[in-house]
C-alpha cells in the first residue's frame, strides 16, 4: 500500500456509511433529503438505512457480495446505498437509461446477486436478466410491483444490527466508466478514497450547513454523487434535493420552493435552461453555483450562464477513476 493512501486511511478512517451515523448525531433534526414524496431528516434517514439494512441481511446478503442498482433520483436511493454500505455490500451503480446490452454485459462483469429497479417499467428487463443469469437470486422493486417473482424493496424491515463495519481500504462501491466505447466498465472506489473526493470537493466547493444541493443529473454518476453532490453535501450537514425530472418548468419552481444553492449540469442542459429563462420567471436568487462538467462549456455559453443567473459558474472536469480538476469559486471568469 502506498504512502499516500495509508494517509487518506488515517485522514479517513471511518466508511461511508459509518460517516452517516456521525452526520446523524450531529445534525439528526435538520432536513437531509428532499424528493418528491417528502423528505428525511438526518436521524431518520440513518433510522431507515438501519432497517433496511436488516431487511437486506436477512435476504441473505452478504459483505463482499454485489448487487446492481437503477434507481432514478430519489430518497430510495440514498437510502438503499447507505444500507448496502453498511453491510459492506458492493453497489453496482447502473444508470436508469441503460437497458439489457448494458446491463447484460454489467451482469457479466460484476456477478451481482440481486439487481434493484424502480418499477414496472424495468419488470421485463429484470426478469430477462434473472432467466438468465444465475448469479441473480433475488429482483428488488423500489416503486409498485405487481410481480410475485419480485421482492417489495422496502417490505425489507429488521432491528438495529452491529454489523462489522467493512475496512477503509475496500471496494465501497462501482462506478461506471465514462467512456463511450463499447460495453460498460467498472470502477472500483474504496472507502477511503472516495471520502476524500466528496470531502475535498465540497470544502472547494464552499458547501456548509446552510447549503441546499440539487441533485438533476442521473446521481448513478460520480459527478452528482460525490463531487461534492449527495455525499459531500450530506457530510456538511446541507440539504439535497433530488429530481427525476430535468424539465425547466418543473426543476426552476423546485430551485425556488427549497432555495437551492448549487446544482451540477451538463453544458445541454445549461443551454436549456439559459433559454428557458426567457419565458420562466421562478425565484432563483437563492443559486450560488452552478457547476458545468461532462463536456466541454463553450466560453460563450459560460457567460451567458453567469449573466443569466447571476451566480458563480464552476467548470469540472473528472473522470469516475478518480481525477478531478475545478475552477474556484474565486478564480477570475477568463
Same mark, same amino acid.
Given at each position: 500500500m502506498n504512502s499516500s493512501f495509508e494517509s487518506l486511511i488515517e485522514q479517513y478512517p471511518l466508511p461511508i456509511a459509518e460517516q452517516l451515523r456521525h452526520w446523524a448525531a450531529r445534525y439528526a433534526s435538520r432536513i437531509a433529503v428532499v424528493d418528491a414524496k417528502g423528505s428525511l431528516t438526518y436521524s431518520a434517514l440513518d433510522a431507515q438505512v438501519d432497517e433496511l439494512a436488516a431487511g437486506l441481511s436477512s435476504l441473505g446478503l452478504r459483505s463482499g457480495e454485489h448487487v446492481i442498482v437503477q434507481l432514478? !433520483?430519489? !430518497?430510495?436511493?440514498?437510502?438503499?446505498?447507505?444500507?448496502?454500505?453498511?453491510?459492506?455490500?458492493?453497489?453496482? *451503480?447502473?444508470?436508469? +437509461?441503460?437497458?439489457?446490452?448494458?446491463?447484460?454485459?454489467?451482469?457479466?462483469?460484476?456477478?451481482?446477486?440481486?439487481?434493484?429497479?424502480?418499477?414496472?417499467?424495468?419488470?421485463?428487463?429484470?426478469?430477462?436478466?434473472?432467466?438468465?443469469? #444465475?448469479?441473480?437470486?433475488?429482483?428488488?422493486?423500489?416503486?409498485?410491483?405487481?410481480?410475485?417473482?419480485f421482492t417489495p424493496l422496502f417490505s425489507l424491515h429488521g432491528e438495529r444490527q452491529a454489523w462489522p463495519q467493512p475496512d477503509v481500504s475496500t471496494t465501497a462501491l462501482l462506478l461506471l466508466s465514462g467512456g463511450t466505447t463499447g460495453t460498460p466498465k467498472l470502477i472500483p472506489r474504496r472507502h477511503a478514497d472516495y471520502s476524500y473526493n466528496f +470531502?475535498?470537493? #465540497?470544502?472547494?466547493?464552499?458547501?456548509? /450547513?446552510? +447549503?441546499?444541493?440539487?441533485?438533476?443529473?442521473?446521481?448513478?454518476?460520480n459527478f452528482p454523487l460525490a463531487c461534492p453532490g449527495i455525499l459531500g453535501t450530506l457530510a456538511c450537514g446541507g440539504k439535497v434535493v433530488?429530481?427525476?425530472?430535468?424539465?425547466?418548468?418543473?426543476?426552476?419552481?423546485?430551485?425556488?420552493?427549497?432555495?437551492?444553492?448549487?446544482?451540477?449540469?451538463?453544458?445541454?442542459?445549461? @443551454?436549456?435552461?439559459? &433559454? #428557458?429563462?426567457?419565458?420562466?420567471?421562478?425565484?432563483?436568487?437563492?443559486?450560488?453555483?452552478?457547476?458545468?462538467?461532462?463536456?466541454?462549456?463553450?466560453?460563450?455559453?459560460?457567460? /451567458?450562464?453567469?449573466?443569466?443567473?447571476?451566480?458563480?459558474? @464552476? &467548470?469540472?472536469?473528472?473522470?469516475?477513476?478518480? *481525477?478531478?480538476c475545478f475552477t474556484r469559486l474565486d478564480d477570475p471568469h477568463a
Open positions: 432514478p !433520483n430519489d !430518497n430510495a436511493f440514498v437510502t438503499l446505498l447507505f444500507a448496502l454500505l453498511r453491510l459492506g455490500v458492493i453497489p453496482v *451503480l447502473a444508470m436508469p +437509461s441503460q437497458r439489457a446490452l448494458d446491463i447484460d454485459a454489467l451482469i457479466e462483469l460484476a456477478q451481482p446477486v440481486a439487481y434493484v429497479i424502480h418499477g414496472e417499467n424495468h419488470a421485463e428487463l429484470a426478469r430477462q436478466m434473472a432467466h438468465k443469469h #444465475a448469479c441473480l437470486r433475488h429482483v428488488l422493486v423500489a416503486g409498485e410491483t405487481m410481480s410475485d417473482d +470531502s475535498a470537493s #465540497a470544502e472547494l466547493c464552499g458547501i456548509s /450547513q446552510q +447549503s441546499v444541493y440539487l441533485a438533476v443529473l442521473p446521481v448513478a454518476h433530488l429530481t427525476d425530472s430535468a424539465s425547466c418548468d418543473e426543476v426552476m419552481p423546485l430551485i425556488a420552493q427549497e432555495r437551492v444553492t448549487h446544482v451540477a449540469l451538463v453544458p445541454a442542459l445549461a @443551454q436549456l435552461w439559459v &433559454q #428557458a429563462r426567457e419565458w420562466e420567471d421562478s425565484d432563483l436568487s437563492s443559486l450560488r453555483v452552478i457547476q458545468a462538467g461532462g463536456a466541454r462549456l463553450d466560453p460563450t455559453l459560460a457567460e /451567458q450562464v453567469i449573466a443569466t443567473f447571476d451566480c458563480t459558474l @464552476q &467548470q469540472v472536469f473528472g473522470m469516475a477513476e478518480g *481525477l478531478l
